[in-house]
């Protein structure tokens, strides 16, 4: 089946810029995460929904990010005004369950990742 | 300190050889270990959850030190296939914490 897609799969902006990432999970996976990955580093935690609600943004580097998953399937990670910094992989990954009360992390499928840059 | 630390490497080693990657982690809460696999320009791909019992799978052995908070992977009989970045994971609930990627690169 299809696996988790990303678009766009690269987004080139200038600084102050606004931008959206959309990422589509696997079909019936009910949790979806953001990473961020800078060059030579492993991918950092942004956020993760349950369903519609954000379960958990506290990877959230600050408030001019933003993601929302309205349907509980497709979500946007949406930056405001942005800065060289932000300049990244972003990835989505999405998992059948979730965290699974205590039971230990459900295993999480990735996304080919969206290559932002910021000039 | 990071949450979770493994030697960056490169790691290069001939075909055939044998070569382990270890990482430590600081979170003791951490539940969930595992070992990913990335190659250049790619998104992470799950080689293997990780149990204090050990695991294979084929030519890879992982395994868990909760004592210690130290997780390993064996690699027999490298293949040039498996040249790429190993990644060290740990999962705490909802979200994974990935160490900065151990690059191996397996020669002729």
């Known amino acids: 089946g299809a696996g988790v897609s990303q678009t766009p799969s690269n987004k080139v902006t200038e600084k102050g810029k606004y931008v959206e990432l959309r990422c589509d999970p696997i079909?019936?996976?009910?949790?979806l995460y953001w990473y961020r990955q800078s060059l030579g580093q492993g991918p950092e935690f942004l956020i993760y929904?349950?369903?519609?609600?954000?379960?958990?943004d506290s990877g959230l580097p600050n408030d001019r990010f933003f993601a929302v998953r309205p349907e509980g399937s497709v979500s946007t990670l949406k930056i405001q005004r942005t800065e060289r910094g932000d300049s990244a992989v972003y990835l989505c990954?999405?998992?059948?369950?979730?965290?699974?009360?205590?039971?230990?992390?459900?295993?999480?499928?990735f996304g080919p990742g969206t290559r932002l840059t910021v000039l | 300190r990071k949450e979770v630390e493994q030697d960056p490497g490169p790691f290069n080693v001939p075909e055939g050889a044998t070569v382990a990657f270890n990482c430590t982690y600081s979170?003791?809460?951490?539940?969930?270990f595992f070992w990913y696999r990335q190659d250049c320009r790619k998104e992470p791909k799950l080689l293997m959850s990780?149990?204090?019992s050990g695991n294979e799978d084929g030519r890879f052995t992982a395994q868990l030190n909760r004592a210690s908070q130290y997780i390993s992977l064996l690699i027999r009989d490298s293949k040039l296939s498996d040249s790429a970045t190993y990644l060290c994971?740990?999962?705490?609930?909802?979200?994974?914490?990935f160490g900065t990627g151990t690059q191996l690169k397996v020669e002729l």
């Open positions: 990954a999405s998992s059948p369950r979730g965290a699974s009360g205590g039971l230990g992390t459900d295993t999480q499928y």
């Open positions: 079909s019936g996976h009910t949790a």
């Open positions: 929904f349950q369903g519609t609600g954000a379960a958990d």
């Open positions: 979170n003791s809460a951490s539940q969930s």
């Open positions: 990780v149990y204090s």
């Open positions: 994971v740990g999962g705490g609930g909802n979200k994974l914490t």
